[in-house]
């Protein structure tokens, strides 16, 4: 194929062991940190989110692909809207609270990140699971009467360290192939 | 096919639109709907538009599927190996053809009634070969896909439906002479790091055509707070020590444009203050892009004239008129060098309040794959959907949009009358209009001119 689709499976199913089972204390305790982070986030309390971030941190949102039925597993590029390491979100989380001028924020959205069907899987790693969630995300900005959305699943590697769990990597796969928000000068 | 219905009304409105003494661009122009679809028509369906790049489609059958103004079109490379575009709207009862974004097919068979097309767009056939479904009024060489007419460049696809119209070496005119240091500077050419980004933005798509003809003076405040973090290659805090870069060599050419930056400037920016000759930076100093290792072939398809731009003051943003940007920029990479992002919009009208904002990563082939990852990465950092640059760039232009639709808000002017003059340096080569100091008005008034040429050019 050419060099334009990836070929990194984003949901990594290959990294899926056993299902924990809804309701256990480690489902609710991961479920508990995803509904954190969507109060954090949708709050503006960002250096608080920036501090769940794992420091070797894989964020990304691949750009999606309309594709034939028979290429349904190449519907993603190597290319992203977001393409991070940890560093970059630092960089990107300093911009947004240590300057006065960073516009596309300022007047602010007001965002709300619904989190829901989340499966939760133990992974090879003693400690680590794979996390999958969908997120609904509605935004409003200035007078707008309508709002901005977007529906995505996210497929999440947390790790359980001595301060709670952190955000080792998130992929974010987006269900717009051309986007309906101007910008991500949001988190997801 | 009526190309022509508003002619009459065009001459009249958009010298109203547009004063020409005064270097002034009325609001209403960034609103008006009769404006805009005289604009598909006399722009869009008549300039050359970059849709895609090679790359993207490097075997026989592999195509994508693209815009061209409102128009969808099939970029694919046929089975003579060349890239074909072709209307993505069938000539039977028209339906689109092509139903994904991207893929790979001999045959495009649109699933309404089964008629198939070639990736060069001709036609095979209709089911039911005998009973000859296309009918016995045309024949089966008329009832092909309409074909754009096609040129490469660097690898990029542009495409256009004036078949009469200038080649795109004369399109550029003196432009090109620079646009080759960008496009045409190395053996094998540029490569995309992915398939594009796209989002919709709720403004005139003029908003961002006319900021891509060099408006170097936005970024001071729109983009202050780049600066501010020191994430412009620089460690400045304040406006007086970034305003160095402000200073370059704005060029302009039937509308298009390219800001050069003085080496010595981004070399002083990365690295402190030396005394090194143009060509010792050069060497130390690649332009954007380069490796060091890519140096030599820089070298030796660059004419003399064009090393000694890239030495003093290589281009590194700019557009192409009507409708791109160009970012050939410096940026740090994750391993704490600085490295460079080569980055390509196209802005795509859809309707007259919205655009689509089509972003394009690109390396040298020659480029260690590493560095590719990396430089994809920094490119997502600073440029398109989540670019710490240009978020900002795309809340403002939905305001403007915005205030175009007030009835007094439209009687206001864009106004282009900080004048820096053609100041052409004398070692400077006497190709296109150039104007050297603080980046002013200049190029982005050509682009307007440009537009009103084009807008009133008889049909």
Same mark, same amino acid.
């Given at each position: 194929m050419s060099v334009t689709i990836a070929t990194v499976n984003y949901t990594r199913e290959d990294q899926r062991r056993g299902e924990v089972p809804y309701g256990s204390p480690v489902y609710n305790t991961i479920m508990g940190f995803l509904i954190r982070e969507a109060r954090l986030l949708d709050h503006r309390e960002i250096k608080a989110w920036g501090e769940l971030l794992a420091e070797d941190l894989e964020y990304k949102a691949p750009v999606r692909i309309t594709r034939r039925v028979q290429q349904f597993d190449q519907e993603f590029g190597t290319m992203g809207h977001f393409d991070e390491d940890h560093n970059s979100m630092m960089l990107r989380i300093t911009r947004l609270l240590t300057t006065t001028n960073a516009w596309s924020e300022d007047p602010a959205s007001r965002v709300r990140r619904f989190i829901s069907n989340v499966s939760i899987w133990e992974t090879d790693a003693p400690d680590e699971y794979e996390v999958s969630s969908y997120l609904l995300l509605t935004r409003n900005r200035a007078e707008a009467k309508d709002y901005k959305q977007l529906s995505a699943e996210r497929n999440d590697r947390l790790r359980m360290t001595k301060d709670g769990f952190k955000l080792a990597r998130r992929s974010i796969l987006l269900d717009q192939v051309v986007l309906g928000m101007p910008n991500f000068a949001i988190f997801l | 096919m009526r190309l022509n219905s508003r002619k009459e009304y065009a001459n009249e409105a958009i010298s109203q639109f547009i004063d020409i003494e005064n270097r002034e661009v009325s609001v209403a122009a960034l609103h008006d709907a009769e404006l805009y679809e005289l604009e598909l028509e006399r722009i869009f369906a008549k300039a050359w538009l970059m849709i895609g790049h090679e790359t993207e489609i490097p075997n026989v059958g592999d195509y994508v599927v693209r815009l061209m103004g409102e128009d969808q079109v099939i970029v694919a490379r046929?089975?003579?190996?060349?890239?074909?575009?072709?209307?993505?709207?069938?000539?039977?009862?028209?339906?689109?053809?092509?139903?994904?974004?991207?893929?790979?097919?001999?045959?495009?068979?649109?699933?309404?009634?089964?008629?198939?097309?070639?990736?060069?767009?001709?036609?095979?056939?209709?089911?039911?070969?005998?009973?000859?479904?296309?009918?016995?009024?045309?024949?089966?060489?008329?009832?092909?896909?309409?074909?754009?007419?096609?040129?490469?460049?660097?690898?990029?696809?542009?495409?256009?439906?004036?078949?009469d119209g200038p080649s795109l070496d004369d399109w550029f005119g003196d432009m090109k002479f620079y646009y080759d240091m960008l496009f045409c500077r190395t053996d094998n050419g540029l490569e995309v790091l992915g398939p594009p980004q796209r989002l919709t933005i709720d403004a005139n798509w003029k908003t961002a055509g006319e900021q891509s003809a060099c408006d170097g003076f936005h970024t001071l405040t729109l983009h202050g707070s780049v600066i501010?973090?020191?994430?412009?290659?620089?460690?400045?805090?304040?406006?007086?020590?970034?305003?160095?870069?402000?200073?370059?060599?704005?060029?302009?050419?039937?509308?298009?444009?390219?800001?050069?930056?003085?080496?010595?400037?981004?070399?002083?920016?990365?690295?402190?203050?030396?005394? @090194?000759?143009?060509?010792?930076?050069?060497?130390?100093?690649?332009?954007?892009?380069?490796?060091?290792?890519? @140096?030599?072939?820089?070298?030796?398809?660059?004419?003399?004239?064009?090393?000694?731009?890239?030495?003093?003051?290589?281009?590194?943003?700019?557009?192409?008129?009507?409708?791109?940007?160009? @970012?050939?920029?410096?940026?740090?990479?994750?391993?704490?060098?600085?490295?460079?992002?080569?980055?390509?919009?196209?802005?795509?009208?859809?309707?007259?309040?919205?655009?689509?904002?089509?972003?394009?990563?690109?390396?040298?082939?020659?480029?260690?794959?590493?560095?590719?990852?990396?430089?994809?990465?920094?490119?997502?950092?600073?440029?398109?959907?989540?670019?710490?640059?240009?978020?900002?760039?795309?809340?403002?232009?939905?305001?403007?949009t915005e205030s175009a639709k007030g009835v007094i808000g439209r009687t206001e002017t864009l106004k282009y009358q900080a004048i820096l003059g053609e100041n052409r340096p004398s070692d400077w080569p006497n190709k296109a209009k150039v104007y050297e100091g603080f980046g002013k008005d200049d190029a982005q008034w050509e682009w307007w001119l440009a537009y009103h040429k084009l807008m009133t050019a008889d049909a």
């Amino acid at each position: 194929m050419s060099v334009t689709i990836a070929t990194v499976n984003y949901t990594r199913e290959d990294q899926r062991r056993g299902e924990v089972p809804y309701g256990s204390p480690v489902y609710n305790t991961i479920m508990g940190f995803l509904i954190r982070e969507a109060r954090l986030l949708d709050h503006r309390e960002i250096k608080a989110w920036g501090e769940l971030l794992a420091e070797d941190l894989e964020y990304k949102a691949p750009v999606r692909i309309t594709r034939r039925v028979q290429q349904f597993d190449q519907e993603f590029g190597t290319m992203g809207h977001f393409d991070e390491d940890h560093n970059s979100m630092m960089l990107r989380i300093t911009r947004l609270l240590t300057t006065t001028n960073a516009w596309s924020e300022d007047p602010a959205s007001r965002v709300r990140r619904f989190i829901s069907n989340v499966s939760i899987w133990e992974t090879d790693a003693p400690d680590e699971y794979e996390v999958s969630s969908y997120l609904l995300l509605t935004r409003n900005r200035a007078e707008a009467k309508d709002y901005k959305q977007l529906s995505a699943e996210r497929n999440d590697r947390l790790r359980m360290t001595k301060d709670g769990f952190k955000l080792a990597r998130r992929s974010i796969l987006l269900d717009q192939v051309v986007l309906g928000m101007p910008n991500f000068a949001i988190f997801l | 096919m009526r190309l022509n219905s508003r002619k009459e009304y065009a001459n009249e409105a958009i010298s109203q639109f547009i004063d020409i003494e005064n270097r002034e661009v009325s609001v209403a122009a960034l609103h008006d709907a009769e404006l805009y679809e005289l604009e598909l028509e006399r722009i869009f369906a008549k300039a050359w538009l970059m849709i895609g790049h090679e790359t993207e489609i490097p075997n026989v059958g592999d195509y994508v599927v693209r815009l061209m103004g409102e128009d969808q079109v099939i970029v694919a490379r046929a089975a003579d190996g060349q890239v074909h575009v072709s209307l993505n709207v069938c000539p039977h009862r028209a339906m689109h053809v092509c139903l994904a974004d991207s893929g790979n097919a001999r045959v495009h068979k649109c699933i309404y009634h089964g008629w198939a097309f070639r990736p060069d767009g001709s036609f095979i056939g209709a089911p039911i070969e005998r009973e000859q479904m296309h009918g016995n009024i045309k024949t089966k060489d008329q009832l092909g896909l309409k074909k754009a007419r096609v040129q490469l460049y660097g690898g990029l696809v542009f495409a256009t439906w004036n078949h009469d119209g200038p080649s795109l070496d004369d399109w550029f005119g003196d432009m090109k002479f620079y646009y080759d240091m960008l496009f045409c500077r190395t053996d094998n050419g540029l490569e995309v790091l992915g398939p594009p980004q796209r989002l919709t933005i709720d403004a005139n798509w003029k908003t961002a055509g006319e900021q891509s003809a060099c408006d170097g003076f936005h970024t001071l405040t729109l983009h202050g707070s780049v600066i501010d973090i020191g994430a412009m290659g620089g460690e400045s805090d304040t406006e007086h020590e970034s305003a160095p870069a402000m200073y370059g060599i704005n060029l302009s050419g039937n509308g298009h444009s390219l800001r050069c930056i003085a080496a010595d400037t981004s070399w002083a920016l990365a690295h402190g203050k030396g005394d @090194l000759t143009p060509e010792q930076r050069l060497e130390a100093f690649p332009p954007p892009g380069i490796t060091p290792e890519l @140096l030599p072939e820089v070298k030796r398809n660059m004419s003399a004239e064009q090393l000694h731009v890239l030495a003093k003051a290589p281009p590194v943003v700019g557009g192409m008129f009507p409708n791109m940007n160009i @970012l050939f920029i410096y940026s740090p990479l994750r391993d704490g060098t600085l490295g460079s992002a080569l980055v390509l919009h196209s802005i795509m009208p859809k309707g007259p309040d919205h655009f689509e904002w089509t972003t394009y990563y690109f390396a040298e082939k020659g480029t260690p794959e590493h560095i590719k990852v990396m430089m994809r990465a920094s490119a997502t950092l600073g440029t398109g959907t989540s670019g710490i640059i240009e978020q900002d760039d795309s809340d403002t232009w939905p305001h403007m949009t915005e205030s175009a639709k007030g009835v007094i808000g439209r009687t206001e002017t864009l106004k282009y009358q900080a004048i820096l003059g053609e100041n052409r340096p004398s070692d400077w080569p006497n190709k296109a209009k150039v104007y050297e100091g603080f980046g002013k008005d200049d190029a982005q008034w050509e682009w307007w001119l440009a537009y009103h040429k084009l807008m009133t050019a008889d049909a």
